[in-house]
């Protein structure tokens, strides 16, 4: 049967954004990571900070945040039955505001109106402009929030006593979190733009930062919640495999979006004004996250040995040889899970108080984020792109585009290995992050860094082509590979497992404690702020 016409168009328009911010901001990376070898210097009109808040904009929300509603969407019309009418037009409402909102956020930024970074951080003040461009962005991801449940609760009205399918499973779960992780970030742009515009004189610095990272570090896990969907239920298939225990897969959704929220504090280790106890209790809850991840990483292997042991693999380690390593749908998918260890292993080791103290605000940060965001998650979203994208266009991925593909991830593979590698190393030596080109007046530490920030310029450049060769091919394979049929490809469970319990359609019993877990970890500190707030901040505009 096929995606219809209307809910193929609203995908292909996101996946569309998605890649198109890809080559915008890859290309503004490439320019950061000369600036900081020493290697370019930027012209007058666009600096350094200019070009990071763009590139992490750009990336972390445009890229992310297009790619995650595009890829559910098509997954919620494939295995709900095509979306309804009005949740179409909920998802094409959004699109538009979200357009308008970056745009709105990008016109100061280009006037360097607004060098504060992605996070934007009080007291740093940008123009009111590119906070209301960010409220538009949070409108418009709520409309699809609202425009998924209805699609969900439709479908679940007509199949009473039923489970929802997996995909669809996963979706609710990434789309519940997305929906209660905005509202933190929108009270602290609503309290900034009165600030940002002048008409209150100061704003409390510690809630801002204690209600953005509410959002931000719940972020993180949405875009891995999202690439472990692709993990659990289309990697197995594309193997030729069965599912892991359907049980168990949406447990650990269960248990995601249940702790999710709770370990902002990760984030604020060094912030001052946080009783250690309470930073306990948010380190606690983010290494209480290692679990499920630690879940998926026995599925995930279980489902490989499993599956090349029927195709005949054979010994301890030898069964590896079965599985499908010219075949871009699994290999991107493959490293980056791989990719997940070390990047999870750099978590724990963050989240660890004196550990954080030798490595935060230092370019070990970016290190960690490119492994985690730009290896394990983005890499899985471009093993996504050469099925998903034939999917919605009626194309077919032909062996030369896969062949492509395959040249692809490990160009990115070896420049993400350069680039993370180089940054790690670097941070532990002492080397900030968010700080363009300089010696320190030729200080013989700051020179020191200089040959690491040279393989991080080499990494760069690398990735930069990779970034070029995945943008062409998801375009080659929406306008114009060869017209085909491409399956959606969705594992089934092993044969003859137990039936799953239907407790874990509960979503309104996991929404409550969720909320009571997220108000024991932020009702005492956010109370504690604002009654004994400090004096304030005036805005600042430090660049
Ligand atoms: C062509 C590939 C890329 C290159 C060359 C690159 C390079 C860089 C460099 C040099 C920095 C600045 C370090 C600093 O001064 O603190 C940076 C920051 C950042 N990058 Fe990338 N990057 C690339 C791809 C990505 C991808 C794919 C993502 C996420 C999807 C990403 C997300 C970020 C974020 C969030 C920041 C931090 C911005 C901030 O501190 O405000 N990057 N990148
Ligand atoms: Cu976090």
Redesign the pocket.
Known sequence: MGITKEDARLTKSYIFVAFTA?LL???L??L??LN?AGLLELPTWLN?YQV??A??LL??VV??AFFTIGYFYAGLSHTLGGLLAKVRKLAWVGFGMKIVGFVLAVIPILMNEASV???FYPPMAASPIFYIGLVFIALGVWMCCIGAFINVANWRKNHKGQHVPILAYFATGVFVLLFFALIPVAIEVLTIIPWAFGWVETINVMVARTLFWAFGHTLVNIWYLTATSAWYVIVPKIIGGKRWSDTLTRVVIIALVIMNITGGFHHQIVDPGISPSVKFMHVFMSLAIGFPSLMTAFAMFAVFERTARKQGGKGLIGWYKKMPWGDVRFLAPFIAMVAFIPAGAGGIAQSTNQLDQVVHNT?WI?GH??LT??MS??MTFFGISYWLVPYISKRVLTPEINRLGVIQTWIWTV?MIF?SGA?HWVGLLGSP????YTTYGDNATALSWDPYLMF?AI??TL??I??VLQVYAVFNLMFFAPKGETEFPIAEEEDGVSQTPYWTERWGLWIVLMLLVVAMAYVIPLTEFIVNAPPGSPPYKTW
């Open positions: 890809l901001g890859g290309i990376g490439l950061q990571g900081r350094y990071l808040t590139h992490g990336l972390v890229l992310t970074m992605y996070t370019m970016v984020f490119h965001l730009g998650v983005v420049g680039m940054m992050r968010r700080t363009s991080l990494g760069g990735l930069v990779g970034v």
